[in-house]
């Protein structure tokens, strides 16, 4: 591991450090030593040294960056499917390691309680932890994180929400992680199918932390609610149709999104199909 702890100003500090490193080794080992030093609490949550925060989060020059319309879909019961799966989720967890480092740098002057904080660096931790092991398996495979194209609409969400801590919450981790609650467990039934045990571990370990995630998510949307005295249903909805582009699709997975907080009652009206 290089040294990372002359970056690491404060909490906010390590986590722009993070943002803006385009050496992908360097922004996972930043996020997670920023996130030890800050529960073994020995990292003031900012300071005036902290650098500015970037607007796009550092990346290497690949992969290229392309609509989501134009991402090619192959079958998982080819070795180039699994591979394109494999680098897909791999970019999403490198996206999110961003997501939840931004949701602490750009709040960190908000009026909440270091818990919020303590919740967030878990969740960067976590999903620093996830992309190196997908892209350890990429690897095993033949591969590596940017020998394929990806797509950028994961910041895109970000960048909308930037001056809206409870429209990033509804967002990020209630829209976009919730997400994964509905379709890893497809995804880890077909890794089985293929024989791909090793790469359906994997998305074990994503499955059940995401719930955590979520519960991270949905637990602070409800306090910034509770707060200001709304109603956190009818909000989310709100938000949701305000700063989402896009649109719910069913099936749910109610039984993970209940158990991380994130009742039908949010999300049953934002989609045009009912499922049982």
């Known amino acids: 591991m290089t040294d990372t702890t002359e970056m690491i100003t404060s909490l906010r ?3 722009i450090a993070a943002i803006r490193s385009a050496d992908l080794d360097r922004k996972t080992e930043l996020a997670q030593e920023s996130a030890r030093r800050w529960f073994a609490r020995t990292l003031s949550l900012r300071s005036p040294l902290d650098p500015p925060l970037a607007d796009r989060p550092g990346r290497p020059d690949k992969p290229d960056l392309v609509p989501p319309k134009h991402m090619e879909k192959r079958s998982l019961h080819t070795l180039k499917g699994r591979i ?14 961003d997501l939840a480092l931004d949701i602490v740098a750009r709040f960190a002057t908000g009026p909440v309680p270091n818990s919020f904080f303590d919740g967030w660096m878990q969740v960067a931790f976590e999903e620093a932890k996830h992309f190196r ?4 398996r990429l690897r095993e495979l033949g591969a590596d994180y940017g020998d394929l194209p990806a797509h950028d609409g ?3 969400a970000a960048h909308a929400t930037r001056t809206d801590l409870t429209a990033r919450l509804a967002v990020v981790p209630l829209i976009l992680e919730a997400r994964g609650l509905d379709v890893t467990p497809a995804l ?5 199918e293929t024989g791909d045990l090793e790469s359906a571990a994997i998305l074990d370990v994503i499955y ?3 719930k955590g995630h979520v519960a991270v998510g949905a637990k602070w949307f409800r306090f910034l609610c509770a707060r200001e005295k709304r109603d956190p249903a009818r909000t989310f909805q709100e938000l949701v149709r305000a700063n989402f582009r896009g649109s719910l699709k069913a099936p749910f997975n109610d039984i993970a999104r209940a158990e991380a907080g994130l009742t039908p009652s949010f999300y049953r009206s934002l989609t045009s199909t009912n499922s049982a």
Do not use: C, F, S, T
């Open 13 to 15: 500090g390590g986590a």
């Open 84 to 97: 394109a799966l494999l680098h897909a989720i791999a970019h999403i967890e490198l996206n999110a390691v």
């Open 133 to 136: 092991m997908v892209r350890a």
């Open 154 to 156: 994961l910041w895109q």
């Open 188 to 192: 880890q039934a077909k890794m089985r």
């Open 208 to 210: 059940n932390d995401e």
